[in-house]
């Protein structure tokens, strides 16, 4: 039986077919490409898949080689102790007994200047640290609009930039391993403030956020740096910032400023803020699991607890809606406060561990004249002054 197909419609159908094959091998191509990009960023941000379950915390003893740490922070499986000794910032690894990392100014005559602060995170081995040097170069001419008028007419205006400030990642390996930390310089902050302190440092692993409270000469400033490191100023006129910290999985920010001597709590989304309280007698006391814990302090008395939910699967009433979470009466002046992600609250006070959960309050005296609770709230460090250096010690809070 002769073939009456017709050559023209034959090319088509062959051209179809090759341009649908191709199309399936495009797609299988880019699949393969965005798994293996994914995972390649997913190591080096060491973003978590899932929430990491709370680590074991063990006794511990060590002797820092220095009499005067301070500034002490824990890390996140309480194996390393971050510190600041006569200017000098320095890592100390507790399991081996031995410092493993130190990093001052620039030279002897940048006082003031070097690491400016540092903050652990929450879920893994790595910490996030401002440094500070002096500008060789302090002097740069830009080109801006001549006016709003006119901004297609541009003109030449110098800028002094004195100091050049960086936000850096410090990486430790296990703290059984024989490994040099890691040290990466992320990003430079060109409108950092000169001679700005960096009081106070929250981040949101999950979404890669990093905040900061700077103080200056002039007012306060609240930043905001991305995973993508934009900078953004979240200050508003008028307002003094008090405390803030940052939801965990979220990156919602909670801050308490204070307008015209009242006081608020709100929790900052990009441009929304949306009121939680309005109360001079309540304050921050921490975040986890995307709960914020607000307490009520009265003549140095926390009288109770509150929590709220930031979880975007509540409806708009139920969001932020404070709703009591324990009820009672503990001293509180020092303000040492660790939260776990299942919930339970510690309050270190006068050699006293206060231990809030939901069935409860229990309590634990730990003497000393220098303990520091970790931000968990599951270990106490206890410092104790020596001849040629500081015992440490470890103590979990069970």
């Known amino acids: 039986m002769q073939n009456h197909t017709n050559p023209k419609l034959k090319k088509r159908i062959l051209l179809l077919r090759t341009i649908a094959v191709w199309t399936l091998i495009s797609l299988i191509l880019q699949f393969g490409l965005y798994f293996f990009l994914n995972n390649a960023v997913a190591k080096i941000m060491k973003v978590p898949q899932f929430p990491a379950s709370q680590p ?31 200017g000098v910032f320095k890592v100390f690894n507790l399991r081996q007994n031995k410092l493993v990392f130190s990093k001052g100014p620039v030279s002897t005559d940048e006082k003031g200047l070097g690491v400016l602060n540092y903050q652990w995170l929450p879920d893994r081995n790595s910490l996030i640290y401002f440094f500070a040097k002096k500008n060789s170069s302090p002097y740069s001419i830009v080109l801006v609009p001549r006016s709003e008028s006119s901004p297609e007419e541009l003109e030449r205006v ?30 430079t902050i060109s409108n950092f403030p000169a001679g700005g302190k960096v009081e106070q440092i929250a981040t949101s692993t999950y979404t890669n956020l990093v905040y900061a409270l700077i103080e200056s000469n002039s007012a306060p400033t609240l930043m905001e740096i991305d995973v993508m490191y934009n900078v953004r100023f979240l200050q508003q006129a008028e307002e003094t910032i008090l405390d803030f910290t940052a939801s ?9 400023n204070q307008k ?33 814990y607000i307490g009520e302090v009265i003549h140095n008395r926390l009288t ?40 339970k609250i510690v309050i270190y006070e006068a050699n006293r561990a206060y231990i809030i959960t939901e069935d409860g309050l229990k309590t634990k005296t730990i003497e000393g004249d220098n303990n520091f609770l970790s931000p968990d709230g599951a270990a106490l460090i206890k410092l104790t002054k020596r001849p040629n250096g500081t015992g440490i010690q470890i103590i979990p809070l069970n």
């Open 56 to 86: 074991p915390v063990y006794y511990l003893e060590a002797d820092l080689p220095d009499s005067n740490p301070e500034n002490i922070q824990i890390s996140y499986t309480k194996d390393y102790l971050a510190y600041m000794d006569d």
């Open 158 to 187: 110098t800028i002094y930039t004195p100091q050049l400030t960086y936000l850096c990642t410090l990486e430790l390996p296990n703290s059984n391993e024989d490994i040099s930390p890691i040290d990466r310089e992320n990003i």
């Open 248 to 256: 965990d999985h979220l990156g919602t920010l909670f801050v308490q």
């Open 260 to 292: 015209a001597g009242d006081k608020y709590i709100l929790a900052v989304e990009g441009e929304n803020r949306s009121p939680i309280a309005a109360n001079n007698n309540y304050i921050i006391l921490g975040s986890s699991s995307n709960n914020l």
């Open 304 to 343: 109770q607890i509150f929590v709220c939910n930031d979880s975007p699967k509540l409806d708009k009433d139920d969001k932020y809606k404070l709703s009591s979470f324990w009820q009672g009466e503990i001293p509180f002046t020092e303000g040492q406060v660790g939260i776990d992600s299942q919930g």
